[in-house]
């Protein structure tokens, strides 16, 4: 019988603010360790920057900002094997990187060109998935079915609070359960699902409560401490491992940037709260504890800034180096028989964009 744990009430921490609170360390981790989790974090933070400037320049299209959602892919993808898949949602899109995808990869998916669309067993890395949840019951097929063949690796998907409302987010997890399915269900809390507070998303007292009625662990952590984010996972992919099945990580976070480019958060958002998360940023907490622990120098930093800033340079120069795309593959694919409407829809797709398609 599935034994139902309490869901953990308070957040796990291990980085302190460097005055009251006191850092914490997490066992295992090595100094290389602690500077390869903050280069992942310097990496993701400037693809996500550079991104937004790509897209006011017009060189990428709509953009779901994840400023300040770095600790969360970094720190949990840090507690995975290479071989363990990882199901991104548009927030973790650029998570490909830290298994060492190109950039210009995960650009040319934010330019619609086909050239962003990988092999997924290239990467252990799902595509990126637009509509809410859908990709949960993925995982859930995915890592039952890696337990079915006798294989040790697990899955972790990736989702929003708004996520945990929909029917998929239930059929999943409540699938992963009862299988016993080697799979991490890792909730991005950020209290917003475009301009839907966690007020109105949901009567709980916290998400992870949720778990409980799929009897298995709820862990809380805070989304901005990269190490605390690992130290769950990791113990989390543990228990998948030792076949106890899944784990729901509620990691809490406060949007600090728009939902994505088109969105004018302004119309909704308590600017002052916004202010203070950016202040609190997870980037700079990282780099306050590396320093305070004498890890991490200015210059160390300042080389995993240029490394990153050159890596996103190529690649925004590789993307845009990419042949025009045919305009006959948005047609192809979706039908076994297509309507004679779409022939003539190319053709007038084929004139609009200069006869050759191009
Ligand atoms: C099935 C489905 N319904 C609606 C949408 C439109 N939509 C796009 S993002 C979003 C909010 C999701 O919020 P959340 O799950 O909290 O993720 P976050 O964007 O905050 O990371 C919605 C409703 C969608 N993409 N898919
Ligand atoms: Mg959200």
């Known amino acids: 019988m599935a034994q139902v744990l309490p869901a953990e009430r308070d957040l796990k921490r291990v980085i302190g603010d460097g005055e009251g609170i006191p850092d914490g360390e997490v066992e295992g981790l090595s100094e290389k360790d602690l500077l390869e989790l903050h280069r992942w974090l310097v990496l993701l933070r400037t693809y996500d920057e550079r991104s937004v400037v790509y897209h006011r320049q017009g060189r990428i299209g709509t953009y779901a900002i994840f400023w300040n959602h770095e600790a969360m892919q970094a720190g949990s993808v840090y507690a995975l094997e290479r071989e363990d898949w990882i199901f991104p949602s548009y927030r973790e899109s650029a998570i490909g990187l830290l298994r060492g995808m190109p950039a210009s990869t995960v650009l040319s998916w934010w330019r619609g060109h086909p050239a962003g669309w990988w092999n997924p067993r290239d990467w252990n890395v799902a595509s990126i998935c637009v509509p809410i949840a859908t990709h949960v019951p993925h995982a859930a097929g995915l890592a039952w079915g890696k337990k079915l063949r006798g294989e040790s690796t697990c899955a972790i998907a990736f989702f929003g609070d708004g996520a945990t409302s929909e029917g998929a987010f239930h059929e999943g997890a409540n699938f992963a359960a009862v299988m016993r399915a080697p799979?991490?269900?890792?909730?991005?809390?950020?209290?917003?699902?475009?301009?839907?507070?966690?007020?109105?998303?949901?009567?709980?007292?916290?998400?992870?409560?949720?778990?409980?009625?799929?009897?298995?662990?709820?862990?809380?952590?805070?989304?901005?401490?990269?190490?605390?984010?690992?130290?769950?996972?990791?113990?989390?992919?543990?228990?998948?491992?030792?076949?106890?099945?899944?784990?729901?990580?509620?990691?809490?976070?406060?949007?600090?940037?728009?939902?994505?480019?088109?969105?004018?958060?302004?119309?909704?958002?308590?600017?002052?709260?916004?202010?203070?998360?950016?202040?609190?940023?997870?980037?700079?907490?990282?780099?306050?504890?590396?320093?305070?622990?004498?890890?991490?120098?200015?210059?160390?930093?300042?080389?995993?800034?240029?490394?990153?800033?050159?890596?996103?340079?190529?690649?925004?120069?590789?993307?845009?180096?990419?042949?025009?795309?045919?305009?006959?593959?948005?047609?192809?694919?979706?039908?076994?028989?297509?309507?004679?409407?779409?022939?003539?829809?190319?053709?007038?797709?084929?004139?609009?964009?200069?006869?050759?398609?191009?």
């Open 183 to 358: 799979l991490v269900l890792f909730c991005n809390n950020n209290q917003w699902a475009i301009s839907t507070p966690l007020s109105a998303q949901t009567a709980a007292e916290s998400l992870a409560d949720k778990a409980a009625g799929y009897g298995i662990p709820g862990v809380r952590v805070d989304g901005g401490d990269v190490l605390a984010v690992f130290e769950a996972t990791r113990d989390a992919v543990a228990r998948t491992r030792a076949g106890e099945g899944p784990t729901l990580i509620e990691a809490l976070t406060y949007r600090a940037a728009p939902h994505a480019t088109a969105d004018d958060p302004s119309a909704y958002i308590d600017p002052e709260r916004v202010e203070e998360e950016k202040r609190n940023e997870c980037l700079g907490r990282y780099e306050g504890y590396l320093t305070r622990l004498g890890v991490l120098t200015p210059e160390a930093a300042e080389a995993a800034r240029a490394e990153a800033v050159e890596l996103m340079r190529a690649g925004i120069a590789a993307a845009e180096a990419e042949p025009p795309a045919d305009p006959g593959l948005v047609f192809e694919h979706a039908y076994a028989d297509p309507p004679p409407s779409l022939a003539s829809d190319l053709q007038e797709l084929r004139r609009v964009l200069g006869g050759d398609g191009g």
